[in-house]
């Protein structure tokens, strides 16, 4: 599973994107099998999240304490109860709306403000780059489980709060890729050229340089979404995000705890959709990031 740790700086390509580039990116896709079946199984995913007021088969929220742990095939509760008799089947259906929320979000909003500290901070260099980065590095410097925790303990448990807390978690990394392929790109002599000919630093930032970093950038996000997924699981875990009885595969995980040793297959399955969700968004990652050939 790619880490906050593990990212490289990817190759920049030296000229800016053409149509032609990215009708081979998507021609390359097609090819990874792997990658496509990935990118359905998320597809599948966000439209059940979409879709789940008309697909869920019972109101997730509605309990029956002489229904609580059926087990899965049991009729009418296709994959059982859980502790309050809730049907299960339609709280995860639910619940991939706040997991996806809680993964997409955090990482799109990190998305925008990280390329932008970091395209500044690489394009200009200097001691502006020097402050930036070295202020970024005081968050990079710190394990993201920690910091999430950390910044969600002090602020206190809820959904809004949690997603602060990913948001500022996934800025720095995202900033320091970004810092990188711009510093990369900052010395090609298209760039050169354009400086030459007068042309300001918006007009080369916005013609030049984010044709070819954003690329690389939005790879790399796409395979912190997972990682963003488990971290707000992990908070619902453990108090520090969403609040009962909000079906929530991280709070499920929780509130099933206690009934593992009575229905296993049951306490299961929100780790599982986790699990798949997760795995699916990084293959995904992985075959769009061979299909750009960026190598992370």
Do not use: C
Not at 107 to 126: E, M, N
Not at 137 to 143: G, L, N, Q
Not at 187 to 216: C, F, K, Q, W
């Amino acid at each position: 599973m790619t880490t906050l740790t593990e990212a490289a700086a990817p190759v920049v390509a030296p000229l800016a994107k053409s149509p032609g580039y990215w009708a081979g990116v998507f021609r390359r896709f097609k090819t990874d099998k792997v990658a496509v079946g990935a990118g359905i199984v998320v597809l599948l995913i966000i439209l059940m999240a979409i879709f789940a007021d008309y697909i869920a088969p019972a109101d997730p929220t509605r309990s029956s304490m002489l229904r609580r742990l059926r087990p899965i095939g049991t009729p009418g509760y296709p994959l059982g109860a859980d502790e309050l008799g809730r049907d299960m089947l339609s709280r995860l259906i639910f619940g991939a709306r706040l997991s996806l929320f809680m993964g997409v979000v955090p990482v799109f909003i990190a998305f925008v403000f990280g390329s932008l500290i970091g395209v500044a901070a690489g394009f200009f260099g200097g001691k502006f780059n020097t402050i930036t980065m070295r202020t970024v590095d005081v968050f990079y410097a710190f394990p993201s489980v920690l910091l999430a925790i950390a910044l969600s303990g002090a602020m206190g448990a809820g959904i809004a709060n949690s997603l602060l807390s990913l948001t500022i978690v996934f800025i720095p990394p995202i900033a320091r890729i970004a810092e990188s392929v711009t510093t990369q790109v900052r010395g090609m002599d298209y760039v050169e050229a354009a400086r030459a000919s007068g042309a300001g630093a918006g007009t080369i930032i916005r013609v030049h340089v984010l044709g070819n970093v954003l690329g690389p950038i939005f790879v790399y996000a796409t395979s912190l979404i997972s990682v963003s997924m488990i971290l707000a699981s992990g908070l619902s875990f453990l108090g520090l995000g969403t609040k009962p009885p909000t079906p929530e595969w991280g709070l499920m995980l929780n509130t099933l705890r206690t009934a593992i040793y009575v229905q296993p297959w049951v306490a299961a399955l929100p780790g599982a959709a986790i699990f798949i969700t997760s795995i699916s968004f990084n293959l995904l990652s992985d075959g769009l990031r061979s299909a750009m050939d960026v190598k992370g």
